[in-house]
């Protein structure tokens, strides 16, 4: 390959690493810790959080226009410039030429409007900060704390829904089988829900710890928790749930038990449930819009979707999820849909109706369901692939656990690693001089690409990937010594410092690679069957040798070509001694 070739490589690797970097370095640099706390926590805290604001900022510019029509809007509030701007002119009307309170206040048509305008301001910023929060490197429990929950398996539902399929009660080899498959699944569901490097382990012999890095947003353990084996599609009684609707709306004080669970009217046949039917509002929050009557009895259990896809509605264009039954799941599907043409099917899923649809025709293998945002379609298709839990799991416990080192440790420990690194730069380039100074460009470029490739993945930082990023520098720098020692040796004896590099990085490249390689494979393994900080570990170092290859053999080699064939440098100056 050319050497423009392989500078354009290396910009459009350094580029491609600015990208992966910006949301990491914009959370950890540019956000105020009070915006984090506020971000990280639930959707509950920023909805109440955007509306208050947006009354303080309506009353304020209240209160400017009643004391001076003509006042400007207050710097802190530039934003509604923009907002207004935009509304002038979705509405055809002429741009004010300078910006007062009431012009900007003129661009709405009530108070009310105006009002939303600066909610959904301060909820679609809070809430898209939320989400760059999840694509950020994210510090272990170690170094920054992180959630602990305790989970219980709700063995009395297992025993109910066991003898209704077997006919008989299970045993307590099938209650522990089903204990432990729920921990397999938990763990391939927090993967693919980018949680990385939890620690899961059983305690006990019906309960669960988990204990999850970074920032204490409980919503994260309702997410990878969602669906948690109650996911099935029942038969809705809409005669009933509307004589339901009519007798809530009568009595209000009769919605609710006295420990909070809903009422089932005498009214409602036996054989019936009573259930919610919710829909998301505009900050994901799940909202109560009615009650709905179904079917005890289950039609179909998700237990029987054997593979599930997001999709586009071509029509409305709004997501779906597409998915595909099992043999046994398409013929029990296919009797349910056959028996109930024209009747209204609830999805239900953790005893709430999320989506309800009319049969048309019968369904066999491939069904769709709609009614679901962008991020609840790709969630809940993340739960049908991972198959639902075998037994029902109930959070007893939840609660934020601070770092096990303190920050003073955390400080002292960063202060090494700075320390070390320097020294090794150092050392390179005192020892190996203008070699050296190439050698330490390599090694800088080659932490940079690590951290990118880290904070791309979503992978949590611990005290054993620091470990194992440490590790990577020394294996860089050992490749590095490798090369400018066969260097050294082509160099005396006589060969033309551009026939020397030549041989030298000829020389050294299988050397490196079988070094490499032997290390990687056992990276590998490690990160295959290694759980929590072990795989942490392995996963940085299997990263570290990539990068660390790259930077050795085609970064450095393409400085050592540029200086000896384009610059035509006399001496190498690759040792103190010479």
Same mark, same amino acid.
């Given at each position: 390959?050319?050497?423009?070739?392989?500078?354009?490589?290396?910009?459009?690797?350094?580029?491609?690493?600015?990208?992966?970097?910006?949301?990491?370095?914009?959370?950890?640099?540019?956000?105020?810790?009070?915006?984090?706390?506020?971000?990280?926590?639930?959707?509950?805290?920023?909805?109440?959080?955007?509306?208050?604001?947006?009354?303080?900022?309506?009353?304020?510019?209240?209160?400017?226009?009643?004391?001076?029509?003509?006042?400007?809007?207050?710097?802190?509030?530039?934003?509604?410039?923009?907002?207004?701007?935009?509304?002038?002119?979705?509405?055809?009307?002429?741009?004010?030429?300078?910006?007062?309170?009431?012009?900007?206040?003129?661009?709405?048509?009530?108070?009310?409007?105006?009002?939303?305008?600066?909610?959904?301001?301060?909820?679609?910023?809070?809430?898209?900060?939320?989400?760059?929060?999840?694509?950020?490197?994210?510090?272990?429990?170690?170094?920054?704390?992180?959630?602990?929950?305790?989970?219980?398996?709700?063995?009395?539902?297992?025993?109910?829904?066991?003898?209704?399929?077997?006919?008989?009660?299970?045993?307590?080899?099938?209650?522990?089988?089903?204990?432990?498959?729920?921990?397999?699944?938990?763990?391939?569901?927090?993967?693919?829900?980018?949680?990385?490097?939890?620690?899961?382990?059983?305690?006990?012999?019906?309960?669960?710890?988990?204990?999850?890095?970074?920032?204490?947003?409980?919503?994260?353990?309702?997410?990878?928790?969602?669906?948690?084996?109650?996911?099935?599609?029942?038969?809705?009684?809409?005669?009933?749930?509307?004589?339901?609707?009519?007798?809530?709306?009568?009595?209000?004080?009769?919605?609710?038990?006295?420990?909070?669970?809903?009422?089932?009217?005498?009214?409602?046949?036996?054989?019936?449930?009573?259930?919610?039917?919710?829909?998301?509002?505009?900050?994901?929050?799940?909202?109560?819009?009615?009650?709905?009557?179904?079917?005890?009895?289950?039609?179909?259990?998700?237990?029987?979707?054997?593979?599930?896809?997001?999709?586009?509605?071509?029509?409305?264009?709004?997501?779906?999820?597409?998915?595909?039954?099992?043999?046994?799941?398409?013929?029990?599907?296919?009797?349910?849909?056959?028996?109930?043409?024209?009747?209204?099917?609830?999805?239900?899923?953790?005893?709430?109706?999320?989506?309800?649809?009319?049969?048309?025709?019968?369904?066999?293998?491939?069904?769709?369901?709609?009614?679901?945002?962008?991020?609840?379609?790709?969630?809940?298709?993340?739960?049908?692939?991972?198959?639902?839990?075998?037994?029902?799991?109930?959070?007893?416990?939840?609660?934020?656990?601070?770092?096990?080192?303190?920050?003073?440790?955390?400080?002292?420990?960063?202060?090494?690693?700075?320390?070390?690194?320097?020294?090794?730069?150092?050392?390179?380039?005192?020892?190996?001089?203008?070699? *050296?100074? /190439?050698?330490? #460009? %390599?090694?800088? $470029?080659?932490?940079? !690409?690590?951290? @990118?490739?880290?904070? =791309?993945?979503?992978?949590?930082?611990?005290?054993?990937?620091?470990?194992?990023?440490?590790?990577?520098?020394?294996?860089?720098?050992?490749?590095?010594?490798?090369?400018?020692?066969?260097?050294?040796?082509?160099?005396?004896?006589?060969?033309?410092?551009?026939?020397?590099?030549?041989?030298?990085?000829?020389?050294?490249?299988?050397?490196?690679?079988?070094?490499?390689?032997?290390?990687?494979?056992?990276?590998?393994?490690?990160?295959?069957?290694?759980? *929590?900080? /072990?795989?942490? #570990? %392995?996963?940085? $170092?299997?990263?570290? !040798?990539?990068? @660390?290859?790259?930077? =050795?053999?085609?970064?450095?080699?393409?400085?050592?070509?540029?200086?000896?064939?384009?610059?035509?440098?006399?001496?190498?100056?690759?040792?103190?001694?010479?």
């Amino acid at each position: 390959m050319s050497k423009r070739g392989r500078l354009f490589i290396v910009l459009l690797v350094l580029v491609v690493c600015g990208v992966f970097l910006y949301p990491t370095i914009q959370w950890y640099v540019g956000v105020p810790q009070e915006t984090k706390d506020l971000v990280t926590g639930s959707r509950e805290q920023i909805r109440e959080y955007a509306r208050g604001q947006a009354t303080r900022d309506l009353a304020l510019l209240t209160g400017l226009v009643e004391e001076d029509s003509g006042a400007q809007i207050p710097e802190t509030m530039s934003y509604l410039t923009s907002l207004a701007r935009d509304q002038y002119r979705n509405s055809g009307r002429d741009v004010p030429r300078s910006w007062t309170v009431t012009e900007v206040m003129r661009a709405y048509p009530d108070e009310q409007a105006f009002f939303q305008a600066i909610e959904q301001y301060y909820r679609s910023s809070l809430l898209n900060l939320k989400s760059n929060s999840e694509q950020v490197l994210q510090l272990g429990l170690d170094l920054s704390g992180g959630l602990s929950i305790l989970l219980e398996a709700d063995t009395e539902s297992f025993e109910e829904n066991y003898i209704q399929r077997h006919q008989r009660s299970p045993g307590s080899a099938e209650i522990d089988e089903a204990v432990q498959q729920s921990i397999e699944i938990l763990n391939n569901r927090i993967d693919r829900f980018g949680i990385s490097e939890p620690m899961i382990r059983r305690q006990g012999d019906t309960q669960i710890a988990v204990e999850i890095a970074g920032a204490a947003d409980p919503e994260r353990v309702n997410t990878f928790l969602m669906g948690r084996g109650s996911l099935n599609f029942r038969i809705v009684n809409r005669e009933q749930s509307e004589e339901l609707a009519q007798y809530f709306a009568q009595n209000p004080g009769e919605m609710y038990t006295p420990d909070g669970r809903v009422r089932t009217p005498d009214f409602v046949d036996s054989g019936f449930k009573v259930f919610g039917y919710y829909t998301r509002d505009a900050y994901g929050i799940d909202e109560l819009q009615r009650f709905v009557v179904v079917r005890d009895e289950i039609g179909l259990d998700g237990i029987y979707i054997e593979e599930a896809t997001v999709g586009e509605d071509p029509l409305t264009g709004r997501p779906v999820v597409n998915f595909r039954l099992t043999v046994e799941g398409g013929e029990r599907f296919y009797s349910l849909t056959s028996n109930n043409v024209n009747e209204t099917m609830a999805v239900v899923m953790d005893d709430r109706v999320r989506s309800m649809a009319t049969i048309s025709e019968p369904i066999r293998e491939n069904v769709q369901i709609r009614g679901f945002d962008q991020d609840e379609a790709r969630d809940l298709a993340i739960v049908l692939r991972t198959a639902a839990l075998p037994i029902e799991l109930e959070v007893i416990n939840q609660q934020a656990v601070g770092a096990s080192l303190g920050e003073d440790s955390v400080r002292q420990g960063l202060r090494a690693i700075a320390v070390g690194f320097a020294l090794v730069l150092i050392f390179m380039a005192i020892y190996y001089r203008r070699a *050296g100074v /190439i050698a330490d #460009f %390599a090694l800088v $470029l080659n932490l940079l !690409i690590l951290i @990118s490739v880290l904070s =791309a993945f979503n992978l949590t930082l611990t005290l054993t990937s620091i470990a194992g990023l440490i590790l990577t520098v020394g294996i860089a720098v050992d490749a590095n010594v490798i090369i400018f020692e066969r260097i050294k040796e082509e160099y005396r004896l006589g060969k033309s410092p551009e026939a020397a590099v030549s041989a030298g990085f000829r020389k050294a490249f299988w050397t490196i690679m079988d070094a490499n390689i032997t290390t990687f494979i056992a990276a590998l393994v490690l990160s295959q069957l290694g759980t *929590g900080p /072990i795989q942490g #570990f %392995a996963n940085t $170092l299997a990263v570290g !040798i990539v990068t @660390s290859m790259f930077c =050795a053999l085609f970064v450095s080699r393409l400085i050592f070509d540029f200086l000896v064939q384009k610059l035509k440098i006399k001496t190498l100056r690759i040792s103190w001694r010479a």
